[in-house]
T-cell receptor, first 114, second 115 residues
Framework: DTGVSQDPRHKITKRGQNVTFRCDPISEHNRLYWYRQTLGQGPEFLTYFQNEAQLEKSRLLSDRFSAERPKGSFSTLEIQRTEQGDSAMYLC????????????FGPGTRLLVL | AQSVTQLGSHVSVSEGALVLLRCNYSSSVPPYLFWYVQYPNQGLQLLLKYTSAATLVKGINGFEAEFKKSETSFHLTKPSAHMSDAAEYFCAVSRVTGANSKLTFGKGITLSVRP
């Protein structure tokens, strides 16, 4: 396994711009999670996919956020009209139905909104 | 609902000293418990996990943790700290049952190791 990968690793954008992040889970991992980690805090759950179905979204996920996993493999997280409060590390994790208690995390995408 | 409390944001120990990082949890259902480590600008690496088997769990890099239901605790220990242990440590809880085994994390503890 090559591990969970995320792209880009860093993103700087201006307030009001749209950004999109990509997560490639470990091959054959059907469960995929997005978390957000702000400075000095632990990661917070954003959303969860089982295969291509988005089964749960946190209240943290405002209308400006949208996530997809169209073919049940990679996932994208888009933030529209970014705000300074969106600055954070966005983490992706994957697992399988059999090992669902163990999530494998990617390196994260650090977003800075100016 | 589930939650994790990690008291204190920073722990400093001398190299070779005992490491003790505290974690208390709250869960209305039987929990799975985890400790993750995060190095600067990196993702999370699993140190160890409790999944309702042995209450004393051994992990990587010499760390271990003990699940104490009566105290709702899952403290992380290491007998002898190494400089490379300096990092941020997160305790997390998830549900044993349910389709979505999302993790709920504590705020984290930064471990510093003095030479």
């Amino acid at each position: 396994d090559t591990g969970v990968s995320q792209d880009p690793r860093h993103k700087i954008t201006k307030r009001g711009q749209n950004v999109t992040f990509r997560c490639d889970p470990i091959s054959e991992h059907n469960r995929l999670y997005w978390y957000r980690q702000t400075l000095g805090q632990g990661p917070e759950f954003l959303t969860y996919f089982q295969n291509e179905a988005q089964l749960e979204k946190s209240r943290l996920l405002s209308d400006r956020f949208s996530a997809e996993r169209p073919k049940g493999s990679f996932s994208t997280l888009e933030i529209q009209r970014t705000e300074q409060g969106d600055s954070a590390m966005y983490l992706c994790a994957s697992t399988t139905d059999k090992t669902q208690e163990t999530q494998y995390f990617g390196p994260g995408t650090r977003l800075l909104v100016l | 609902a589930q939650s994790v409390t990690q008291l204190g944001s920073h722990v400093s120990v001398s190299e070779g000293a005992l490491v003790l990082l505290r974690c208390n949890y709250s869960s209305s259902v039987p929990p799975y418990l985890f400790w993750y480590v995060q190095y600067p600008n990196q993702g999370l690496q699993l140190l160890l996990k409790y999944t309702s088997a042995a209450t004393l769990v051994k992990g990587i890099n010499g760390f271990e943790a003990e699940f104490k239901k009566s105290e709702t605790s899952f403290h992380l220990t290491k007998p002898s700290a190494h400089m490379s242990d300096a990092a941020e440590y997160f305790c997390a809880v998830s549900r044993v049952t349910g389709a979505n085994s999302k993790l709920t994390f504590g705020k984290g503890i930064t471990l510093s190791v003095r030479p």
